[in-house]
């Protein structure tokens, strides 16, 4: 079993619409938890990271349920501008290596 | 301001070649890190540095795999006698220090044929 899975995808939606990405990690110990974009051939950027208190930046809201050991992703009102894929990070602390899941991969049609 | 460079950008090397792998990290970044990452698939830690110190080198996948930062800035991963399964995208990353964003490079897409 992976370390953090996420759905690969893709997703096709309609510009406008709102979309949901989810993400399950399987080491409780992990401290701190992040989205990160990776466009076509590019390199991985930071998106946001993910507090227990949820946080919101424009459009994109994160959200982590330690509990159950689940991240979540809801883009709203898609632009065509948000076709990447989406990568589902977590950091164990104790090494600072990033623990990636496979990605999944968004298609925002016009 | 400068990012974290790689070079080359592309290589191609015939099974059984070495290859050496340049990272430039951002200027005063004290961690480093490489990964791995293969086609559909989320990168992979290999190895971390702090200044010049290999502090966790549990991802390198066999005793092929070595990565040095002699002067705690530019970093070289090498990898003796490519195999086919060692081709993929080899992506740096620098932070400030211990538990700070990780900035990546463009990475090194390698292909050994």
């Known amino acids: 079993r992976k370390e953090v899975e996420q759905d690969p995808g893709p997703f096709n939606v309609p510009e406008g619409a709102t979309v949901a990405f989810n993400c399950t990690y399987s080491?409780?110990?992990?401290?701190?938890f992040f989205w990160y974009r990776q466009d076509c051939r590019k390199e991985p950027k930071l998106l946001m990271s993910?507090?227990?208190s949820g946080n919101e930046d424009g459009r994109f809201t994160a959200q982590l349920n330690r509990a159950s050991q689940y991240i979540s992703l809801l883009i709203r009102d898609s632009k065509l501008s948000d076709s990447a894929t989406y990568l589902c990070?977590?950091?164990?602390?104790?090494?600072?290596?990033?623990?990636f899941g496979t990605g999944t991969l968004l298609a925002v049609q016009p | 301001g400068a990012g974290v460079s790689q070079s080359p950008r592309y290589k191609v090397a015939k099974r059984g070649q070495d290859v050496a792998l340049r990272c430039d990290p951002i200027?005063?970044?004290?961690?480093l890190f490489w990964y791995q990452q293969a086609l559909g698939q989320g990168p992979e830690f290999l190895t971390y540095?702090?200044?010049?110190?290999?502090?966790?080198k549990s991802g390198l996948p066999s005793d092929r795999f070595f990565a040095e930062r002699p002067e705690g800035s530019v970093s070289t991963l090498k990898i003796q006698r490519t195999q086919q399964e060692d081709s993929a995208v080899y992506l740096c990353?620098?932070?400030?220090?211990?538990?700070?964003?990780?900035?990546f490079g463009p990475g090194t897409r390698l292909t050994v044929t």
């Open positions: 993910v507090y227990s």
């Open positions: 080491n409780s110990a992990s401290q701190s």
């Open positions: 990070v977590v950091n164990e602390g104790a090494t600072n290596k990033l623990i």
């Open positions: 540095f702090q200044n010049e110190a290999q502090l966790d």
């Open positions: 990353a620098s932070s400030l220090d211990w538990g700070y964003e990780q900035y």
């Open positions: 200027s005063g970044h004290v961690s």
